[in-house]
């Protein structure tokens, strides 16, 4: 199985400032014969269920604000959150469907400083 | 509206079985794919297993092969988790999902969950 590793476990950022959060996968989930990543992140609130924001390592999905992008390729992803707003925090986890079995990273949680 | 309803969760005691259904609604069912996914009470999200839209495919993971079974019903637009043997390390929210699906071709991401149903085994 392809282990996620996130980092950091948890962060605290102030309104309005960036906030970035890594993945790792244990083996690369770049698939050569299209060039995608099949690396995805998602939000989830307290009480609630995880929401899809991202897409193929960095593609926002519709109604995701701007703020949130992906980046990376390989075996090094990156989220970033601009312009932190109070409604961000939440603990946010990658995900690889590059093979099965699809497998999380550990969440990285989010709060504000 | 997309709407995933998870029903049949509770207390069971190890050994045991359960029977979760899921109601879907606001879209196509059988286009899609459909998973379980877990999380037990302050932990991470582990996948659980996965469906095809007709049924025909289904995959597992080792935690639950042979215990577990996924299923549906296109007609009644309802997905199934039949679990057996439960264990203490089975308790769990569970989630049910709809699969990502762009443009048809359907994936292991989770584009929608339902809200999620609590199973606790436990004597």
């Known amino acids: 199985d392809i282990v996620m590793t996130q980092s950091p476990d948890s962060l605290a950022v102030s309104l309005g400032e960036r906030a970035t959060i890594n993945c790792k996968p244990s083996?690369?989930?770049?698939?050569?014969?299209?060039?995608?990543?099949?690396l995805a992140w998602y939000q989830q609130k307290p009480g609630q269920p995880p929401k899809l924001l991202i897409s193929?390592?960095?593609t926002r999905q519709s109604g995701v604000p701007d703020r949130f992008s992906g980046s990376g390729s390989g075996t090094d992803f990156t989220l970033s959150i601009n312009s932190l707003q109070a409604e961000d925090v939440a603990v946010y986890y990658c995900?690889?469907?590059?093979?099965?079995?699809?497998?999380f990273g550990q969440g990285t949680k989010l709060e504000i400083k | 509206e997309v709407q995933l309803v998870e029903s049949g969760g509770g207390l069971v005691q190890p050994g045991g079985s359960l029977r979760l259904s899921c109601a879907a609604s606001?879209?196509?069912?059988?286009?899609?794919?459909m998973h379980w996914v877990r999380q037990s009470p302050g932990k991470g999200l582990v996948w659980v297993s996965r469906?095809?839209?007709?049924?025909?495919?289904?995959i597992y993971a080792d935690s639950v092969k042979g215990r577990f079974t996924i299923s549906r019903d296109n007609a009644k637009n309802t997905l199934y988790l039949q679990m057996n043997s439960l264990r203490a390390e089975d308790t769990a929210v569970y989630f049910c999902?709809?699969?990502?699906?762009?443009?048809?071709?359907?994936?292991?991401?989770?584009?929608?969950w339902g809200r999620g149903i609590l199973v606790t085994v436990s004597s």
């Open positions: 999902a709809r699969a990502y699906c762009p443009g048809g071709s359907c994936s292991s991401v989770v584009d929608f």
């Open positions: 606001g879209f196509t069912f059988s286009d899609f794919w």
């Open positions: 469906v095809n839209g007709d049924g025909s495919s289904t």
């Open positions: 083996q690369s989930v770049l698939y050569s014969s299209n060039n995608k990543n099949y």
């Open positions: 193929w390592a960095s």
């Open positions: 995900q690889q469907h590059f093979s099965a079995p699809p497998t």
